[in-house]
């Protein structure tokens, strides 16, 4: 049976249990695959941190052939120079698609979720610079799946609206969440519905990808919500 392995940053690592109901899509990842999932992202993580912290390598070590890698970073990575969406960003993605492909998994890459930011006109503005663009031509060339998050995540906002798109965030009020006694407006970080239905969206993604053999084009179709 596949074993799913994600690798990416707090929009994708597990909940912690103090910052409940604060989660990452990962968290809500193996109840909508109904498989193994093993969850190594982190809050804070860039491509460099992933692989200087030896989370990278740990991930390798259980790599099994069939198993499928997720690879998903930007929001931190962007404020790093040295990760610059050209440069050291799309170099340490290469590298960890080839080395998860090395010991026979499938990798697929992730643009990021896009930030919930809405103009006046009801629109959601693009927060993540060239680091979307830069992960879906690294997909192209090297001919590997591609989960378009941030499009998707960016029509799933809008079609939800300034208001109901609120609720997929960690917006908490004064002691709703433990962790916030005096209450959280966050629009970067999902709470647990919003997290399900961005794993929602990944594993019917990801179901896509095995149906056509690891060999698909990018996904990130709204209509596969």
Known sequence: MTTYLLAGDSTVAPMKPAESPMAGWGEALSE??????????FGGATTATFESTGCWQRLLSEVRPGDTVVIQFGHNDQKDPLLDARGGYTRRLRGFALEARE?????????????????????????????PNAVRD????????????????????EDLGPVASAGLFSHFAPDEAPAWPEGLVDDTHFRLEGARRIAAFVARSLRAIERRDGDAPALGSPHLA
């Open 103 to 131: 010991r026979g998994a499938v990798a697929v890459l992730c643009t990021p979720c896009e930030r919930r930011r809405f103009d006046d006109d009801g629109h959601v503005t693009p927060t993540h610079g060239a680091h």
């Open 138 to 157: 690294l997909a192209d060339d090297l001919r590997a799946p591609l989960i378009d998050l941030t499009a998707f995540t960016t029509w799933l906002y």
């Open 32 to 41: 909508q695959l109904g498989a193994v999932v093993r969850n190594l992202a």
